[in-house]
C-alpha cells in the first residue's frame, strides 16, 4: 500500500477493508480495519504533531510513510499508521477491526467481553490482540504487525464523518475526518438501528 504519495484522507478511505495481522509471539490475530480517523499534522489542532510539535514521544510521526505510531490515551493503547514522507508527521489512527475469528484468547484478553464489544473502539482491539508500545516505530510488515492488501475486503459503502473526542478544535472538531464502512456492527459507538449483518456491508 502506498503511504506517500496519496493524501491522508485518501489512506484513510482506503485501508477501510484492509486485513491487519498481529503475532505477540504465540499466535497469529486477524482482522479487517472498519473505521479510520485521518490525523494531519501541524495545521491539525487535534493532532499530536499540531503547530510542528515534535517532541520525543511523538518522533515515530516524523519517520516515512508506513511507521506505526503507537501511544496510550487514558490507559489504552491505540495504533496510528504514518502516511506521508518523513517530516511530515500526518497519520491515521485505527480505531476498529472486525475480527476474522474470536478466538478465547481475544475474550481472555478483553477480561470475557465477546462479540462486537472485543474490537470496537481504538483501545478494545489492540487489547484483544495483546499489543503493547513496543510496536512503537516499527515499520508495517517489518516486525509482528502486518497488512494484508491482497486478502483484504472492499465496503459496499464508506461514510465520512467527524471525529470522535475531538472537542473545542474550532473547525477540526467538525471536519469529516472519520471513514468507516456503512451499517458494520464493528464500528465505534454504532447504533443499533443503524447496524447491519457484518457480511453485508463488504462487497462479495
Request: no cysteine; aromatic share 8%.
Amino acid at each position: 500500500m502506498d503511504f506517500i504519495h496519496r493524501t491522508t484522507e485518501e489512506i484513510a478511505r482506503d485501508l477501510l477493508g484492509v486485513k491487519v495481522q498481529f503475532d505477540d509471539g504465540e499466535q497469529t490475530y486477524a482482522g479487517y480495519i472498519v473505521e479510520t480517523e485521518a490525523y494531519l499534522g501541524d495545521v491539525d489542532q487535534a493532532a499530536h504533531t499540531y503547530n510542528g510539535r515534535n517532541t520525543p514521544r511523538v518522533q515515530s510521526m516524523y519517520k516515512d510513510g508506513g511507521t506505526i505510531y503507537a501511544h496510550v490515551m487514558h490507559t489504552h493503547l491505540l495504533i496510528n499508521f504514518v502516511t506521508q514522507p518523513a517530516g511530515t508527521a500526518q497519520g491515521v489512527l485505527i480505531r476498529a477491526l472486525e475480527p476474522e475469528t474470536i478466538t478465547e484468547q481475544m475474550k481472555e484478553n478483553r477480561n470475557g467481553k465477546d462479540g462486537i464489544d472485543l474490537t470496537n473502539g481504538p483501545g478494545k482491539w489492540t487489547r484483544a490482540f495483546n499489543m503493547t508500545m513496543a510496536l512503537d516505530g516499527f515499520k508495517l510488515n517489518e516486525g509482528p504487525l502486518k497488512i494484508d492488501t491482497k486478502q483484504r475486503r472492499y465496503p459496499v459503502d464508506i461514510v465520512e464523518s467527524p471525529r470522535i473526542g475531538i472537542p473545542n478544535k474550532g473547525e477540526w472538531t467538525h471536519k469529516p475526518l472519520r471513514f468507516t464502512v456503512e451499517g458494520n456492527p464493528y464500528v465505534s459507538r454504532m447504533r443499533k438501528s443503524e447496524m447491519k449483518p457484518a457480511q453485508e456491508t463488504w462487497k462479495s
